[in-house]
């Protein structure tokens, strides 16, 4: 994973984020621009790991890699499944709710991606075995 390229995006979900207190219509654009960051991540990770990418099961496959925590799985999956479509909901209700919903997502899940660094390669620790005729007779 590009880690220059995840930075940014998350730069862009909290940006996305703050927008969630707003008017309806800049509440429901910044849910629409978070939730599609939020898909090109996790589609991005999947690829990486060469795991397959099953529509509406994003968040769950990410949390069973340990990649999102995996109590928002199933609210951030549907959140995700609404939002990050071509049709988003216009219902005045519907956005209050799903921002609230998706403020709680977005807070869990910003520290996780900020936090996320690029697994380093573990040195091999070799035994070190005497060799056989350094060992002294008892």
């Known amino acids: ?3 220059e390229k995840l930075a940014k995006q998350v730069e ?22 978070f939730a599609e960051t939020v898909r090109d991540i996790l589609t991005a990770f999947l690829k990486e ?11 769950r496959d990410a949390a069973a890699k340990g990649f999102v925590p995996g109590d928002i799985a199933d609210r ?4 995700l499944i609404r939002w990050a479509g071509r049709v988003t ?37 070799r035994s070190q075995k005497p060799e056989a005729g350094s060992q002294k007779p008892e």
Do not use: C, W
């Open 12 to 33: 862009k979900l909290e940006r996305s984020s703050a927008g969630f207190g707003g008017t309806a219509e800049s509440r429901a654009q910044a849910m629409k621009n």
């Open 49 to 59: 790991r060469r795991e397959p990418i099953r529509p509406g099961h994003l968040f």
């Open 1 to 3: 994973m590009d880690f």
């Open 89 to 125: 909901p216009r219902d005045e209700k519907t956005i209050a709710e799903d921002a609230g919903h998706m403020g709680d997502v977005a807070a869990k899940l910003l520290p996780v991606l900020k936090a996320y660094r690029k697994e380093e390669e573990k040195p091999e620790v």
């Open 76 to 79: 951030g999956e549907n959140l």
